[in-house]
């Protein structure tokens, strides 16, 4: 397994940009399949963006579609995600998780993930 730790997270006005940023510990995270997940205050955990092991496919939530980029330094051991264009929808824990052994595709489905960081809060005030 590989061992997550967000960091980037904080306030900003709307309209404004933030880029998160996941550490990999462990396991070499080029072996892996990465996502960004978010909870926002009384809303389940909904997908945001994946990126496959080699970063050369991507999928994206309707909702971040166009003004959030997943990207990944597999030789940092670190996945990122730029976010333009900040709404106050945006307010949410954020969340990197690592697919599970052996998922090196791109995929969107939480349950394909099995490692998860602690999280890190975006708040985007109006």
């Known amino acids: 397994q590989v061992q997550l730790v967000e960091s980037g997270g904080g306030l900003v006005q709307a309209g404004g940009s933030l880029r998160v940023s996941c550490a990999a510990s462990?396991?070499?995270?080029?072996?892996?399949?990465m996502g960004w997940f978010r909870r926002a205050p009384g809303k389940e955990r909904e997908f945001v963006a994946a990126?496959?092991?080699?970063?050369?496919?991507?999928r994206y939530a309707d909702a971040v579609k166009g003004r959030f980029t997943i990207s990944r330094d597999n030789a940092r051991n670190t996945v990122y995600l730029q976010m333009n264009s900040l709404k106050p929808e945006d307010t949410a824990v954020y969340y990197c998780?690592?697919?599970?052994?052996?998922?090196?595709?791109?995929?969107?489905?939480?349950?394909?993930?099995?490692?998860w960081g602690q999280g890190t809060q975006v708040t985007v005030s109006s």
């Open positions: 998780a690592a697919a599970r052994k052996g998922v090196l595709g791109v995929t969107t489905t939480a349950a394909d993930f099995g490692s």
């Open positions: 462990g396991r070499t995270m080029s072996m892996y399949a």
């Open positions: 990126i496959n092991w080699s970063g050369g496919s991507t």
